[in-house]
């Protein structure tokens, strides 16, 4: 409970209650966000992921100083990763962020199973790779990277990377 869920069309994490869309009988949506669906349908049905990426790259853009054309393919890339788009859902590492598309993206329990939370980076044989990573480590050890890959301010990514690990289970109070 309390769980952050992703908007499986948008990407916009949905916290709150009224964060979620509804469905034809009023309850909730699982999976969309009250912008993107009401009453069981996408308020706006023949959007494309295009159309959506170029609308999540303007906020994007705006927010965060990520010059337009890289903001744009960076929010096609989150896209792709959603039900609505990928038609199924993707699970993200809740640790990183990282989508979990591949076997090879998984971590490893310690049976030597995948994991279904975490990718390979982050957790291996059961354990965290880096166990007293905290989440202030873990916003300087991801932005600078995040900054040289969308070429936007450092200050910036921080701002960003820790907006959006805060929505990750493992950084959860
Ligand atoms: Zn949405
Ligand atoms: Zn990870």
Redesign the pocket.
């Given at each position: 409970m309390g769980k952050t869920k992703t908007?499986q069309?948008?990407g916009?994490p949905m916290a709150k209650e009224s964060d979620f869309g509804t469905e034809k009988n009023g309850s909730k949506s699982d999976d969309?966000?009250t912008?993107?669906?009401q009453n069981g349908a996408f308020t706006e049905p023949v959007i494309t992921i295009d159309e959506m990426a170029e609308k999540g790259g303007a906020i994007m853009s705006q927010m965060y100083g990520i010059p337009h054309e890289n903001a744009k393919n960076f929010a096609r890339e989150q896209l792709g990763c959603l039900k609505r788009w990928a038609g199924r859902e993707i699970l993200f590492c809740e640790s990183c962020g990282m989508p979990l598309m591949r076997d090879e993206d998984c971590g490893t329990e310690n049976d030597g199973s995948k994991s279904t939370k975490y990718c390979i980076h982050c957790y291996m044989n059961g354990k965290f790779t880096e166990p007293n990573l905290t989440k202030d480590a873990a916003v300087e050890k991801y932005a600078p990277m995040m900054a040289s890959h969308l070429n936007m301010p450092l200050d910036k990514a921080k701002e960003m990377v820790a907006h959006y690990i805060s929505t990750l289970p493992r950084w959860q109070k």
């Open positions: 908007c069309s948008c916009m969309y966000c912008y993107c669906y």
